[in-house]
């Protein structure tokens, strides 16, 4: 049994906090230098090249990418010969994100109440998911998630009958419903299968995915190249004044299902496609 104080979480929370937003992914600046080549758009490439320079700007000033600078999604995979000590771990959570999100002057986007409204200061809580896992180490992973992407995201419970055609139609109708309001270019993820919260969780996850690595599954694999190359024919481009680029990726996860059941959950990512994580 390792034994890990809480305190340590804290601090590391804190960390993760300001650097997603003050640094994005290798992998995303990478998707858009390749996206600025696959542009035609003339506005779509001055948005592109905008981008990067935000990023590196971001990243040496030590400034937000975005005044949006999330909900604080806090993915934690505990090993189960782990043993927290000096308090309870998801106040060691919350008090991260309120020091993280404090020190670096991170905008505070979280209502304690969602008729009330009223915010509570610190941008707690966090929206923590937990998963216990193997052996005696803690993944924790912050994922701040901007209000346009998400509130653009979008499930249905298809019929079984309705089968892969059924989920592409639903995905392509979600983008396209969207528009420029959750700020393209896209990372886009989606879960199928489960339950209708597992495939929402499903579609969450597969935003953490490093942008473009694809699926193992090959069918799957197939399904995210041909979701994207369909995405990318809308034409809604980099925020959406047109152009090629409408998604930088398409990450699909999958999960069994009830027979009744084809649950589809789609979680759009912002341009500002932000998680950072650390092993304790
Ligand atoms: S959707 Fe993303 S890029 Fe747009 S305002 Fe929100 S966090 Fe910023």
Do not use: W
């Not at 670096?104 to 929206?127: C, E, M, W």
């Not at 892969?164 to 419903?177: A, D, P, S, T, Y």
């Amino acid at each position: 049994m390792r034994t890990i104080d809480v305190a340590e979480v804290t601090a590391v929370v804190a960390e993760l906090c300001k650097k997603a937003n003050f640094e994005l992914g290798e992998d995303v600046l990478a998707a858009f230098k390749k996206a600025l080549e696959d542009e035609l758009s003339l506005t779509g490439k001055d948005i592109l090249q905008q981008l990067i320079e935000n990023a590196r700007i971001a990243r040496e000033e030590e400034v937000p990418m975005c005044q949006d600078t999330g909900f604080a999604v806090v993915f934690l995979e505990v090993g189960q010969e782990v043993h927290f000590t000096g308090g309870d771990l998801y106040a060691a959570v919350n008090e991260g994100v309120r020091r993280g999100y404090t020190e670096g002057y991170l905008r505070k986007s979280i209502v304690g109440h969602p008729f009330r409204r009223q915010n509570t200061g610190d941008n707690t809580p966090a929206v923590i998911h937990t998963r216990i896992v193997p052996g005696d180490r803690v993944k924790i992973t912050v994922a701040p998630k901007g209000g346009g992407s998400e509130n653009m995201s979008a499930l249905r419970m298809l019929k079984p009958a309705e089968g892969e055609e059924g989920v592409k139609r639903f995905v392509l109708e979600v983008v396209k419903n969207a528009g420029p309001n959750p700020c393209p270019p896209l990372v886009v993820g989606v879960g199928i299968g489960g339950t209708m919260e597992k495939a929402a969780l499903l579609a969450k996850e597969a935003l953490l995915r490093p942008l473009g690595e694809p699926h193992p599954d090959e069918d799957v694999a197939r399904l995210e190249r041909e979701l994207l190359e369909s995405i990318n024919r809308l034409g809604i481009g980099p925020q959406g004044l047109g152009g090629r680029v409408t998604a930088l990726a398409v990450h699909v996860e999958v999960f069994p299902c009830h027979i009744a059941s084809l649950p589809v959950a789609v979680n759009l990512n912002c341009h500002a496609s932000r998680h950072k994580e650390a092993l304790l």
